[in-house]
């Protein structure tokens, strides 16, 4: 005999109001479990504290749906089973298994909008807190180095005595500060040729006893850093040359700072997911290795282009700046040959004799290399040097270089002074002269080469190949593991239901304790499995053999193993209901 509509309603409103109130409290329970990293961490305010609540309790309430329906169906059909109803009811000739299908409609609900939430809502939700946690980065970085006394900015390390925040009304709106007391700001290199690219080697030092940490955003919305020092100096990690000592420094930056706020499929739904599988070349940790491919190849393509101007018959280059300005860079006829060393091009001097390298003459003049400035028309003092070491930085936002020429023992030649060593004084400055250059068209085409490339052997050496082929693995990983875990978890809420119905019947108690003591195993264990699948999946190491095997299959089974666990546990109940 089939359930009666009177009796089946009766059982689903109970369901159902049991089930909103369990998700309610573990909802608001979980929420404010979620703030209390961010409240130790971040030290967030009271706005903040209330935007944090009204953007967790959403996600919180789509996690809290399989414990909730697991406890409200073994609650309801235990009170069921313990006041001796499903005796009545079977006595009437309803089957035990008549009596579940409102729980399994309630489960199907269930499942049907923990979907609709996880792909949906639970992301941008999630996203909006993430927001709120880091809306001030210069609070981030204070506390920061108030625990730790460094906080790092990629190739760039600022370290301090401690950090504070200056009084917010002497701030214009939107503008960000942090003094910094006794900082310390290392810029480091990454060594070409080395297998780990986590290896870095300290290139210079800024230092100060105070300074201001200003962050702001730049014309693409991304935040810069730029620090500016009270009695501040700068000296390099080697003393070589004509540089014996510190130099005056006013002003470090600026510099790019990544975003707190890390890509995370956790904060994507399902058409960003679907968009950023099939594209995975739009991914931000993806655009950012690639970047490193590119400054490469603009870099050294342009130092490059001014050492093959340099070994062509005029032996000169002119460098043109914005304003017009410009800097003539002649090299004598019978100078040696420019060449690259570490991320300098070398002028002036003969390469050092090494494999495969031929000895090059030296320059039979002291001083082969000569830099003069044009500005407005008029030409400005000459500049002889014995060596010139030229670097420089791509900056793809603006479409420019930033330019470092260095003179090793330099000597100017005074306007209209007559053409002899006599005519010649000692250049007082050692600090290179900085300029900024358009980019070169055939150098920008350079950004337009695909992904495929620089997984290539064309690109090796190049950037870290490892680390892209790395990061590929992780985001293809990441997305699937991402898409199995949130559709598995929505159907452990009907898989619950299920195994919450068959334990109600069977232990016949309709005990809150007694209740959520039973259906605490079976979710935890399909909750933990889908945990460890997706960090499975995720774990990908840095250094792999010819030996290794991608995680991803085992990830996806550990992620649906709760589920399939979970529903060999209903089966076998409701058999054994069915026989009884």
């Known amino acids: 005999m089939r359930i009666s509509f009177t009796l089946s309603r009766y059982i689903f409103v109970d369901l159902l109001r049991i089930f909103l109130m369990a998700s309610g409290a573990l909802a608001g329970i979980m929420s404010f479990g979620g703030l209390l990293r961010p409240l130790t961490q971040q030290g967030l305010d009271a706005t903040q504290v209330g935007q944090l609540l009204s953007y967790f309790t959403p996600a919180m309430t789509a996690y809290s749906f399989p414990i909730a329906a697991l406890f409200a169906t073994t609650m309801v059909y235990g009170r069921l089973s313990a006041d001796n109803e499903l005796v009545a009811c079977r006595a009437a000739g309803i089957s035990l298994l008549s009596m579940a299908v409102p729980a399994f409609v309630m489960g199907l609900l269930v499942a049907l909008v923990s979907l609709l939430f996880l792909w949906f809502v639970v992301p941008l939700f999630t996203l909006k807190a993430e927001k709120v946690i880091y809306s001030n980065i210069a609070k981030l970085v204070a506390n920061r180095i108030d ?77 810069e850093l730029t620090v500016r020092f009270a009695d501040g100096a700068t000296f390099p990690r080697d003393f070589k040359g004509a540089v014996s000592g510190a130099v005056e420094a006013t002003q470090f930056g600026p510099v790019p700072i990544q975003s707190p706020i890390k890509e995370n499929t956790k904060f994507m739904n399902l058409r960003q997911l679907q968009a950023l599988y099939r594209r995975p070349q739009d991914s931000r940790k993806i655009q950012d290795q690639v970047a490193e491919f ?62 495969g390298v031929r000895p090059q003459p030296a320059s039979a003049s002291p001083r082969p290399v000569r830099l003069q400035k044009v500005e407005g028309g008029r030409a400005d003092a000459v500049t002889e040097a014995r060596e010139a070491r030229l670097r420089v930085w791509a900056r793809r936002a ?140 995720g774990n990908i190491p840095w250094q792999r053999s010819a030996s290794w095997e991608n995680p991803l299959t085992m990830g996806v089974a550990l992620i649906w193993s709760g589920n399939v666990a979970n529903f060999a546990l209903a089966g076998g109940l409701l058999w054994r209901l069915w026989r009884t």
């Open 147 to 223: 625990r730790t006394h460094q906080i790092p900015f990629g190739l760039y390390t600022v370290f301090a005595q401690e950090a504070y925040l200056p009084d917010a009304k002497d701030l214009a709106p939107g503008e960000q500060q942090v003094v910094l007391v006794a900082p310390t700001i290392v810029h480091y290199d990454r060594p070409m040729g080395k297998e780990d690219w986590h290896y870095k080697v300290p290139r210079e030092f800024f230092t100060a006893s105070q300074a201001t940490a200003y962050i702001f955003e730049n014309e693409e919305g991304k935040p």
């Open 294 to 355: 590119v400054r490469h190849d603009q870099e050294f393509g342009y130092l490059n282009l001014v050492a093959g101007a340099l070994e062509e018959s005029g032996r000169e280059y002119v460098f043109q700046c914005p304003g017009g300005e410009e800097y003539t860079l002649t090299l004598a006829a019978d100078a040696p040959a420019p060449y690259v060393r570490g991320f300098e091009l070398v002028i002036g001097t003969p390469e050092p004799p090494g494999q």
């Open 398 to 537: 603006t479409g420019q270089f930033e330019v470092s020429l260095k003179l090793d023992k330099p000597l100017t030649r005074m306007e209209g002074a007559a053409g002899n060593e006599a005519g010649l004084v000692n250049a007082k400055s050692v600090d290179p002269k900085v300029f900024k250059v358009p980019i070169p068209e055939s150098i920008k085409r350079l950004d337009q080469r695909p992904l495929a490339h620089y997984l290539s052997p064309a690109a090796l050496g190049t950037g870290n190949q490892k680390a892209l082929e790395r990061q590929l693995i992780v985001l293809n990983n990441d997305i699937i593991s991402e898409m199995h875990g949130r559709m598995a978890f929505a159907l452990s809420c009907l898989i619950l239901v299920m195994v919450g119905c068959a334990l109600g019947m069977m232990f016949r108690s309709g005990n809150f304790l007694t209740a959520f003591a039973i259906s605490f195993v079976p979710a935890l264990l399909s909750i933990t499995l889908i945990i460890a699948g997706q960090q499975t999946c």
